[in-house]
């Protein structure tokens, strides 16, 4: 069966640091229910044989307008996200889903631990906002990791969620060099995690440059592989 493609409108474009921009779409047919960590198929009119298909998380859950928002980094050479900044209110593009199963478990019956870096926060902040508008945060640690001070995603947001429930941990870090630095600066946050405490679960998302070593960490101390859930977008 071929899968349901429909045009969305732009309705505000916005750039959330220099190098990250946020759309608001709205889709033109109907509205696609989600689950908080999904993603879309963008359906973009460029490359050698378009169109050219991106696959975006949503940033916020759904809403019953419609609403669906993508945050994506600018790449220097990447024909989608070029294209992407050239979108203004009004301009429509094709899109289809929602895709993927990175999302949250059924069962929350452990502490959560969501690392992400860069734009991988895109899916979790929006698991985590659903969880907060529930009232369901309990035990939350969440690691983010981006490659400046300046290009740190929701941060202040972030920050108040933090200081609103004390059960949810948030820690920042700057890896300036790329993935590989990165990984080196997660890794000792997770030792004390795997040594002292009970298991928790795991959500991991970035490029495989970060997820994979993470993840393999995490296996190695004990995990189950399919305990760890993992996204990466490269």
């Known amino acids: 069966m071929a899968e349901f493609t429909q ?32 993603w879309v198929s963008l359906k973009l009119p460029v490359g050698a044989a378009p169109p050219l298909n991106r696959a975006y998380s949503m940033a916020a859950p759904g809403t019953p307008s419609g609403e669906l928002t ?5 790449v220097p050479d990447g024909m989608g996200s070029n294209y992407l900044y050239t979108l203004k209110p009004g301009d429509v593009i094709h899109l289809s889903g929602p895709y993927g199963n990175f999302t949250l478990p059924q069962q929350l019956d452990r502490d959560l631990l969501f690392v992400a870096r860069y734009t991988g926060l895109v899916p979790i902040r929006c698991m985590l906002k659903q969880l907060y508008t529930q009232r369901q945060i309990d035990t939350i640690l969440l690691i983010a990791v981006a490659p400046a001070e300046d290009e740190f995603l929701f941060h202040q947001e972030l920050l108040t969620v933090a200081v609103t429930y004390p059960k949810f941990r948030y820690l920042s870090f700057v890896a300036s060099e790329g993935a590989q630095q990165a990984v080196d600066l997660v890794r000792p946050m997770l030792r004390p995690l795997i040594e002292k405490a009970p298991k928790m679960i795991p959500m991991l998302c970035g490029t495989k440059g970060f997820v994979r070593p993470l993840r393999s960490y995490l296996v190695e101390a004990g995990y189950d592989r399919k305990e760890v859930k993992t996204e990466t977008y490269d």
């Open 7 to 38: 045009a969305a409108r732009v309705l505000s474009v916005n750039d959330l640091t220099t190098h990250t921009r946020q759309l608001i779409l709205l889709p033109t047919v109907q509205n696609i229910v989600f689950q908080p960590g999904q």
């Open 70 to 74: 993508i945050i994506f980094d600018r």
